[in-house]
């Protein structure tokens, strides 16, 4: 294999590993090996190595010679920090389009279409779809504040987000549904301007999802 098929090997085995450990296929705690990718991607283990140590480096993996490698799970003080920092960041935006009434209209109009996606994932059982959904929801939410500077942080925190809402909602269906019911609090509380309550609405929902949802 030359260097440059080996560098798109070990990206495509990085991908395919990354994706499923954000959309909870690969579960926080499973050891996989470097034969059993190589064998289901038809590459050798050189490539897999390779994603397997850009993925220790990230924090996603952890490499165990001879034996492997360990989804990391989700750590309790990820949660709390992770949550803390949506919190705030989905607030203040939610503050500033409240100004801007053309804004609202147009953001909760996109909440609408992305509550609709997230609800058929849910229905279809679709997971990656369904917390994909989930992400794009509270991400629209931090933007419409339309300050680059936060919204890229925010940006840093979705794949925590996608990942810690597929073990949450991940075989419970009721806690799907609540996602759901609350994503649709939250867009009512923005379409009528309560900034209270929808930060409110923001830190029970975050605190259901996440906290009593079940990763802890």
Known sequence: MSDTSSISAAEAVYRHVKDRVLTGELEGGRMISEGELSTTLGVSRTPVREAFLRLEVEGWLRLFPKRGALVVPVAPHEIDEVLDARA???????????????????????????????????EAGDLPGYTEADAEFHRLV?????NSLLAGFYRTLRERQQRMTADSVRGRSAAAR??????RELRDHLAAGDVAAFGRALVTHLDHTHRRGGTR
């Open 178 to 183: 609540t996602v759901l019911d609350e994503h």
């Open 142 to 146: 931090a933007e419409a504040g339309q």
């Open 88 to 122: 705030l960041l989905e607030t203040h935006a939610a503050t500033d389009v409240v100004t801007r009434p053309d804004d609202l209209a147009a953001l909760v109009d996109a909440l609408d279409e992305v509550i609709a996606r997230q609800r058929t994932s849910h």
